[in-house]
């Protein structure tokens, strides 16, 4: 055989391998790829914020461990606040006259005194200042009937010789200055003293000017009825 003849048999035979080795550089050039956009997508959804509330299958999804909601209807609860009711459609804010229901006159302290120990009786209304009362809640649901003239509180005293009368005193607490108003229909209400369980009335039913204002065992009787009058 010539020598020309086994040089391109040589030729022949040879087979490069640079395309192999391309091929293979590609693959691992393209799972090198893959795999540094897998670690930014796990980043990405590291980052996502504490407390960020999730979406699976479109349902917003509260994460985990988050705080507690709180019930729209215990706030609401917590938030209000209970109005005090009084007798009667009373309202402490007012000024009253105290007209009986029986003849119409109204609690007056006689001839406008400031003194303590003033007695209280029925006369004609004209609504000057010692014909004036206020109502200052208490605990316990009582009242204090204060005299608009002078300040000082409607009582029963407590000295027995003073008699049944009503009288005017400087506060002092005690109970005989203290009223339970007991609603009697409309802007009517019945007043009885919280020491001696008495209601105040027009002494013995009487209607006329000079009646004296006193106390009796509490029988609903018109005589001891009074109207709630609001001035101003």
Do not use: C
């Amino acid at each position: 055989m010539s020598r020309r003849r086994r040089a391109a048999s040589a030729h022949e035979r040879y087979v490069p391998h640079w395309p192999i080795v391309a091929g293979a550089l590609a693959l691992l050039l393209a799972v090198a790829v893959g795999g540094y956009a897998a670690g930014l997508l796990t980043n990405d959804g590291d980052a996502r914020p504490e407390g960020a509330d999730l979406v699976v299958s479109g349902i917003l999804v509260q994460p985990s461990g988050g705080p507690e909601p709180v019930e729209e209807a215990e706030e609401s609860e917590e938030s209000e606040e209970q109005e005090e009711t009084h007798p009667a459609g009373l309202d402490p804010e007012l000024v009253y006259v105290l007209q009986n229901t029986h003849g119409d006159r109204v609690i007056d302290v006689a001839g406008g005194s400031t003194a303590n120990g003033a007695h209280v009786h029925l006369w004609d209304r004209h609504d000057q200042d010692n014909q004036q009362w206020r109502f200052v809640p208490l605990d316990g649901g009582f009242y204090e009937v204060e005299g608009v003239g002078s300040g000082k509180l409607l009582e029963i005293p407590e000295d027995p010789e003073a008699g049944p009368g009503a009288a005017m005193l400087t506060r002092t607490g005690a109970p005989n200055q203290h009223w339970t108003v007991i609603e009697a229909g409309p802007g009517l209400i019945r007043l009885v003293n919280r020491a001696t369980g008495q209601a105040l009335e027009g002494q013995g039913g009487a209607p006329d000017n000079g009646t004296l204002v006193a106390q009796a065992p509490d029988e609903g009787q018109a005589h001891q009825r009074w109207r709630l009058v609001p001035l101003g």
